[in-house]
C-alpha cells in the first residue's frame, strides 16, 4: 500500500492521456463551483479572454455586460464601439497591474487620469486605443465616455457573481510621470513614444501576485460573494521588449502567469483555474488546435476550451432550452478560410507592438 495505489485515473498519465483522444480528457475534473443560468459571469483579460465572452451565451449562462450602447445606436455601431466585447468597453487587460489599475480608477482610489492623443479620425483614449474605432471628436469627449466607463466598471464589480479574467502578459510598458500602465507600447498603436517619460517592465512573480491578491481582497470588500476564475491565455506573445527571443520570452512569462494562478487558486477558496492554457499548448496536444501563424487559436480550439469549460462549470440544470446555439467544431472543408478569421477574431492590441503587424 502507498498514497498513489487508489488515486483516480485523470492522476496519471498514461490512464488517463496516453491513449486517449485529447478533446475527450477530463482536463478539469475537480472544481469549486458551479456556475448557474442566471448567474452574473462577467468578463476581462487578454484578447483569449474575448473568445470565452462569446462563447458564454452558448453554454446557457449569463454574459453580465455593465456598460451598455444607447438605445438609439445601431447595432452596427455599437460592434464598432466594442460594446458586449467585455462586460465593460475597457479593451484588453493584459496584466496584473493593469486590472489593479483599473480598480482604483472605478472607485476612485486614485484619481482618474485621462491620457489622450490626437489621431488622423479624431482623440483616442490611451488606455482604451481601440475604443471606439473611429476614436473621439474632442479631448473633452474622451473625459466624459471615460468616466461614464469608469462608473460602469464600478457597477460591474459589485453586482456580478463570477469574475473571469484571463492573465495574458508579464510585460508592459508604464508612464513614469504618472505610474500609468498602458494596454500596449505608445507610439505602436495611438500616441507618440517618449523614451524619457515611457518605460518597459517585466512583472515579477512576486510583484503579480500582490497586485491579484489586492484586486480580489478590494472587491470582496464592496462583493462578498464574488468569485473569481482565473484562466491563463495560451496565445503567444506578438512581439517582446526583453532582449530573449520571442518564443523564450513566451515561455517565460507564461510560466510565471500559470504559477501565480496556481499560487492565487492554493490560497484563495473563492477562486478557481481553468487550464484553456494547457488544453492548448500541452506539447501532447501536437500544436493541432493552432492557427497558420503558430500563435492565434482556431475555430476548433476555441471550441474545445468553450466545451470543456461546459463541463467543468456549467451547473447541469442548465437545460438545453437554455443554451444557446451550440458549440460546434468547423468542418474545415466546408468553411472558407475568411469565414474561419472572422469567427475568432479577437482585437488585440498587444499585436501592434510588432511592426509586421502594424503594417
Known sequence: MHPYKHLPAENFWKRSVSDHVWSSLNFKPN??????????????????????????????????????????????????????????????????????????????????????????????????????????????????????????????????????????????????????????????????????????????????????????????SVNPGLRWLFTVSPVALAATATEHHVVVATAASKAILRAVADEICRSEAHCDYFPSFEIISSPASFGQFLDGDLRSISPRGVSLVMDVFRRSFVQTTVTHRQMGRPISIPDEHQTAAAAVREAVRAECDEAYNDPDAVG
Open 31 to 220: 472544481t469549486r463551483f458551479k456556475i448557474q443560468a442566471n448567474d452574473k459571469v462577467s468578463t476581462a483579460g487578454s484578447c483569449f479572454a474575448q473568445h470565452i465572452a462569446r462563447n458564454l451565451p452558448s453554454l446557457g449562462l449569463h454574459h453580465f455586460v455593465s456598460e451598455t450602447p444607447h438605445p438609439m445606436m445601431t447595432k452596427a455601431r455599437a460592434d464598432e464601439s466594442q460594446y458586449g466585447v467585455f462586460s465593460a468597453r475597457y479593451g484588453n487587460i493584459y496584466t496584473a497591474r493593469q486590472l489593479r489599475q483599473l480598480i482604483e480608477f472605478a472607485f476612485d482610489i486614485r484619481e482618474r487620469t485621462v491620457l489622450v492623443a490626437q489621431c488622423k479620425d479624431g482623440w483616442a483614449d490611451m488606455l482604451r486605443p481601440s475604443i471606439p474605432a473611429n476614436h473621439f471628436a474632442s479631448p473633452e469627449d474622451v473625459a466624459a465616455d471615460r468616466h461614464f466607463h469608469l462608473d460602469c466598471v464600478r457597477r460591474m464589480f459589485i453586482e456580478s457573481d463570477y469574475f473571469v479574467f484571463t492573465l495574458g502578459l508579464t510585460e508592459a510598458w508604464f508612464d513614469t510621470e504618472t505610474g500609468i500602465v498602458f494596454p500596449a507600447c505608445p507610439g505602436t498603436r495611438v500616441g507618440e513614444y517618449d523614451a524619457t517619460r515611457h518605460q518597459f517592465v517585466n512583472y515579477s512573480f512576486g510583484e503579480i501576485l500582490d497586485d491579484l491578491k489586492w484586486c480580489i481582497a478590494f472587491c470582496r
